[in-house]
């Protein structure tokens, strides 16, 4: 699944990457805490752990070292997320393999917020309506 069609109830977030990401990822939440009624557990690196920290729409952060994020600490952290919060539906705001791999491990309801990587860099140079109506969709 693409779209977030989760209404009133907690969900596992995932945003592993850059500070800049995680700041524009606080007014994603906070839009989903007000329009949905979302409550977020925040799966983020130590270092950006305090973007979160405090934030109106989150429940929880849960911190990763950064050796957890590679080969097979992150196979178990995996396992142990999945354990724990299986019961959550799961949101990757990050959409990489690396939470590929925790996504095909999910056995509960998923969304996955595309970045349209490709869509953005040619919106960029052209400002063509198709790139632009591409990536409003999801905005």
């Not at 995932?14 to 805490?33: F, I, M, N, P």
Request: charged share 20%; glycine share 6%.
């Amino acid at each position: 699944m693409h779209r977030v069609d989760f209404f009133n109830t907690d969900c596992l977030t995932v945003r592993l990457s850059a500070l800049g990401d995680a700041l524009l990822t606080t007014g994603v939440l906070e839009y989903w805490r007000q329009r949905r009624g979302l409550a977020f557990h925040v799966l983020t690196r130590q270092a950006l752990a305090p973007v979160f920290d405090g934030h109106p729409a989150v429940r929880q952060v849960i911190d990763v070292a950064e050796a957890d994020l590679h080969g097979l600490a992150w196979l178990r952290l995996c396992q142990s997320l999945h354990t724990r919060y299986a019961h959550l539906p799961l949101i990757d705001l990050h959409a990489t393999v690396r939470t590929l791999v925790l996504r095909g491990l999910w056995l509960g309801r998923s969304a996955v917020y595309p970045k349209f990587s490709l869509t953005r860099r040619a919106f960029m140079a052209t400002h063509h309506p198709y790139f632009s109506r591409r990536l409003l969709t999801y905005s």
